[in-house]
Structure formats: C-alpha cells, structure tokens
C-alpha cells in the first residue's frame, strides 16, 4: 500500500527529513537533560508539599528558594522542626560552606536560624519524625538529580559545540549552548526540511492561526505543537529581552497594542524563528542591522 502510495501520489508528498547523526544525538541528550528538569521539578513540589504539612519555619527561611543547595543541605542534617530549632549558628554556617556558599556565610546563617527556631505550629512528634524521613530521602533524590542534570548539560554543550550549526545559533541573542542544543534538536538540521520560513513558523507552532466567520475574524495559537521546541522558543524570547535593542522595540510595540506578556513574547519568538531560517539559510552569523532594519518594521 505504502509502495502504490509513493508511485501515484508522490508529488503530493514531501520527504522524510534526514537529520544527521550529530543532530540525533543532541536531540537524545536535550530530551534528556530537559525531562530530568521536569522530573526534578515534580520532586520539588512534593518536597514542599511535605514540607508545608509539618515544618513551615523551612518555609519562612527559604521560601521560594527551596530548590538552592542551602537549603537542601539544612534540610539534610536537620529535616524536622525539632532538629532544626536544635542547630547552631556555626553549625549551620558550616552546612552553608559545605553546600558552596561563599559570601555572607555567617549573616545568612544567623537568619536562617532565625527562621528555623521562630513560634510555629507543630506536628505530633511522630508523625514531624516520619515525615522528616520524606524530606531527608527527597533531599537526597534532588540532590542526586541536580548532580546528573550538570553532568548531562556538559555533555550536551560538548556534543552541540561540534555541531556545524552551533556558531549560527550561539551568535543569536539570548541563546547559549544548552538553549540552542534544545532549538537544534527539536527543529532538526537537514536543510531542505522546511520549504520557506512559514513553515518552520507553522512546525514551531509560533505562527498563529485565522479563523473567520461573517464579519468576525480572530487570531488564535496554535495548541497543536512539539511543545519541547515551545518552550524552547518561549525562553529564548524572554531571555533575549535586553540582548537586542531591535527585539525590545518589537516586543514594547506588541505590548502597547495592548498584548499580554506571554502574547508579545509569543509573537517575538516566531520573529526569531524567522531570522533563525535566514540565517541558517544563508549561512550567516546574526546581524542586528539585517534582523531589526528599522522601529517601523520591528514594530510591523
């Protein structure tokens, strides 16, 4: 079926794209290394879950800075109320220089003890115990998680630094080599993938799509979309917010049409997509008088 498929209706057909072998392996590594981010996302939470439920002074001395190495190491040798009301201000000074602290060690500690022997309500003493064996294992999990997350990042940089396209890439405001690994991965390197720019804007999913009925006529975003690639793109454009004088006059003239954050960064990250294809195209590092000619057109 597939054979008589190709024989009469090939023209209707395009080729399977053929990445390089260099390509794939990015791609396995990027996958790889944003999927252990994710996972070690989902742990954080169910730490501060935990933490929420029993311990809410270790709320009060790290708050949203849950995930550093301070308070991982804290909650390591002290992961109940008990235990933590019982350190020392040196004993946590030393906990903080273990972790890879190296400015305001004392002051820091002084606050986080603070924190940890401020009036909180308190659990049972068995059940703070049993809980303080979650914390103490998720602790360790993250800790273990953020040691690979490293190791697979270096690899990645490795692998994309060799890559025949990761000078165009890198030469992009706001795209460094793990960034620009995810966009390489996902968009793939062969060529003749992509027939015009439109069409690597429609496979990134940062075009948006017309529907008009009567008189009426509305652009939505497309929800159907590799949403790796998305999020990629997302955070390329809001790091590339101040890298670029040329993008930050396009993105205030979104917003000054009245667009919310996430829309103007969205319609900021198909423009990059945009001269992402020239330059691949062309074979040419980025030009910030190529890529944003004029306020008149940035703001088109």
């Given at each position: 079926?597939?054979?008589?498929?190709?024989?009469t209706?090939?023209?209707?057909?395009?080729?399977?794209?053929?990445?390089?072998?260099?390509?794939?392996?990015?791609?396995?590594?990027?996958?790889?290394?944003?999927?252990?981010?994710?996972?070690?996302?989902?742990?954080?939470?169910?730490?501060?879950?935990?933490?929420?439920?029993?311990?809410?002074?270790?709320?009060e001395?790290?708050?949203?800075?849950?995930?550093?190495?301070?308070?991982?190491?804290?909650?390591?040798?002290?992961?109940?109320?008990?235990?933590?009301?019982?350190?020392?201000?040196?004993?946590?000074?030393?906990?903080?220089?273990?972790?890879?602290?190296?400015?305001?060690?004392a002051?820091?500690?002084?606050?986080?003890?603070?924190?940890?022997?401020?009036?909180?309500?308190?659990?049972?003493?068995?059940?703070?115990?049993?809980?303080?064996?979650?914390?103490?294992?998720?602790?360790?999990?993250?800790?273990?998680?953020?040691?690979?997350?490293?190791?697979?990042?270096?690899?990645?940089?490795?692998?994309?630094?060799?890559?025949?396209?990761?000078?165009?890439?890198?030469?992009?405001?706001?795209?460094?080599?793990?960034?620009?690994?995810?966009?390489?991965?996902?968009?793939?390197?062969?060529?003749?993938?992509?027939?015009?720019?439109?069409?690597?804007?429609?496979?990134?999913?940062?075009?948006?799509?017309?529907?008009?009925?009567?008189?009426?006529?509305?652009?939505l975003?497309?929800?159907?979309?590799?949403?790796?690639?998305?999020?990629?793109?997302?955070?390329?454009?809001?790091?590339?917010?101040?890298?670029s004088?040329?993008?930050?006059?396009?993105?205030?003239?979104?917003?000054a049409?009245?667009?919310?954050?996430?829309?103007?960064?969205?319609?900021?990250?198909?423009?990059?997509?945009?001269i992402?294809?020239?330059?691949?195209?062309?074979?040419?590092?980025?030009?910030?008088?190529?890529?944003?000619?004029?306020?008149?057109?940035?703001?088109?």
């Amino acid at each position: 079926m597939l054979a008589d498929l190709v024989r009469t209706d090939r023209h209707l057909h395009r080729q399977v794209a053929g990445d390089t072998e260099l390509a794939e392996a990015v791609k396995v590594l990027a996958r790889a290394h944003q999927s252990l981010i994710w996972s070690r996302q989902r742990q954080l939470n169910q730490l501060r879950n935990a933490i929420r439920e029993f311990y809410p002074a270790a709320l009060e001395a790290f708050g949203t800075d849950l995930a550093s190495q301070d308070a991982l190491a804290v909650l390591e040798v002290a992961p109940t109320p008990a235990q933590g009301g019982s350190l020392s201000s040196s004993r946590i000074a030393a906990v903080l220089k273990r972790a890879g602290r190296r400015r305001r060690i004392a002051e820091r500690a002084e606050e986080i003890k603070g924190a940890l022997r401020s009036s909180q309500l308190q659990a049972p003493e068995v059940l703070a115990g049993a809980y303080g064996e979650v914390v103490r294992s998720t602790v360790r999990i993250l800790a273990e998680m953020t040691d690979q997350i490293q190791t697979l990042a270096s690899q990645l940089e490795a692998r994309f630094e060799g890559h025949p396209d990761a000078e165009i890439l890198r030469s992009l405001p706001g795209l460094g080599s793990v960034l620009g690994a995810r966009v390489l991965a996902e968009f793939g390197d062969d060529p003749d993938r992509y027939a015009d720019p439109k069409a690597r804007k429609n496979y990134a999913g940062t075009s948006p799509i017309t529907k008009a009925s009567g008189r009426s006529k509305v652009a939505l975003a497309r929800f159907a979309r590799n949403r790796r690639l998305a999020d990629a793109l997302q955070m390329w454009a809001f790091c590339s917010l101040g890298s670029s004088e040329g993008e930050r006059r396009y993105y205030d003239a979104h917003r000054a049409k009245g667009q919310t954050h996430h829309r103007a960064l969205r319609s900021l990250a198909n423009r990059w997509v945009g001269i992402l294809d020239g330059c691949l195209r062309h074979r040419e590092r980025y030009s910030e008088r190529m890529a944003w000619p004029t306020f008149g057109e940035a703001a088109a």
